[in-house]
């Protein structure tokens, strides 16, 4: 339940298995918040995101509304393929815009992948995927969250990053594999045991479930439980060498899921990159390890696991079975050409992202 004022007076809006219920409490105005005043306001619905209730519609029953109750002008475009998305990007001129994102985190990467780098764009992600890695590591973890953070929020820089790839590599999608020398990411970079397992998930059998189809994968992967040969150095400094690697994560935020605490020390405030690795273990010390990542993050307190603060980070391969070179990025699955990967920050953008606090 939530309080939240509007220009046509305070509205309590809660929220049941099946709707939202927005309840006018009384007459009054309260002025056009700050981030409401964007010249350009723009809502995409990225409707294949999560597992969505049909007749709980956070576009009509939340932000319609809240729009509407400062009859403030916007689009609303809700995607048809994942070319809507790359559509919408482009069609973003110079012009400050308040795009509002319903998706989960795959529709976020896929958009400032494809948004030019002059656009003046705050982002508001309304969490409507599987894991909303980001939402949740920015304290919007729900959609009426994400919505009162319209009216009580305020916007701060995006941090983005980036994967840089050898000439020759391949983005592998459902519609086919393209050519890729770099992506840009805001959540994740992952080789080793993440990297098999989120590719594994993607098949349409495991994604009818949800969020569990990262379990499903994870046992999956264990039981055949490879070895990752590698090296990597952070900002320079060799790290491992030739290593018997099976986790290994560059994280830019703390959370992938609501409560899976992957990298307790990110901060998406800050323009840094935190590594979580771990050689070669046993399935069940893996299952402990990745445990404690649901215990608050206690794994990076584990002697088994690295954790360490960078700004960049080269990836050496050593393996040469394809699927055992699968890179993560956010989601998307690369196929590496040749043995080297880099992880890096992108110096600027001109993105901001709505956070829910003040200060
Ligand atoms: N109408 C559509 N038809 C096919 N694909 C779509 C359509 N609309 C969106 N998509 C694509 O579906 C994917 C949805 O990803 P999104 O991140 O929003 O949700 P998710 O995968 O459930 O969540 P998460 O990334 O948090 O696990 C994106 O690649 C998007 O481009």
């Known amino acids: 339940m939530s309080l939240i004022f509007t220009g046509t007076g305070p509205v309590l809006v809660t929220e049941s298995p ?3 219920l927005w309840t006018p409490q009384g007459s009054g105005q309260a ?8 010249p350009n306001i723009v809502v995409l619905d990225s409707v294949k995101s999560g597992n969505r209730v049909s007749t709980k519609d956070v576009y009509k029953q939340l932000l319609l509304p809240l729009l509407d109750s400062w009859n403030l002008p916007h689009s609303y475009v809700a995607t048809t393929s994942p070319e809507s998305v790359r559509s919408v990007a482009a069609s973003v001129g110079t012009t400050p815009t308040l795009l509002v994102l319903i998706s989960g985190d795959t529709t976020i990467t ?10 003046s764009v705050t982002l508001l992600t309304v969490p409507m995927g599987t894991g909303n890695a980001f939402a949740h590591s920015v304290g919007l973890s729900t959609p009426l969250a994400a919505v009162q953070a319209l009216t009580t929020g305020t916007a701060r820089p995006l941090r983005l990053y980036e994967a840089v790839f050898e000439h020759g590599s391949q983005l592998l999608a459902q519609e086919g594999a393209q050519p890729v020398t770099s992506l840009r990411f805001l959540v994740v970079g992952s080789w080793g045991l993440h990297a098999c397992l989120v590719a594994d998930s993607d098949s349409p059998e495991l994604r009818k479930l949800g969020n569990e189809r990262f379990k499903v994968a994870a046992q999956r992967v264990l039981e055949q439980n490879p070895v990752f040969h590698g090296s990597f150095r952070a900002d320079g400094r060799a790290v491992e060498d030739h290593a018997a690697l099976g986790y290994f994560v560059v994280a830019a935020v703390p959370r992938f899921e609501a409560t899976f605490e992957i990298s307790p020390a990110s901060d998406p405030a800050e ?11 046993a399935p069940a010390a893996v299952m402990e390890i990745m445990g404690q990542a649901y215990a608050a993050g206690k794994h990076v307190q584990d002697p088994r696991v690295g954790y360490l603060k960078t700004h960049t980070v080269e990836l050496e391969l050593h393996e040469q079975d394809a699927r055992l070179r699968r890179i993560c990025v956010d989601g998307l699955i690369v196929q590496p050409a040749g043995s080297r990967v880099l992880f890096r920050p992108v110096e600027s953008t001109s993105l901001q992202y709505v956070s829910p606090d003040k200060n």
Do not use: D, G, M
């Open 18 to 20: 099946s709707e939202y």
């Open 110 to 119: 896929e958009l400032v992948n494809s948004v030019a780098s002059t656009a």
């Open 271 to 281: 323009n840094a990159l935190h590594v979580v690795y771990f050689h070669h273990q």
């Open 31 to 38: 002025p056009v918040p700050p981030l409401l005043q964007a």
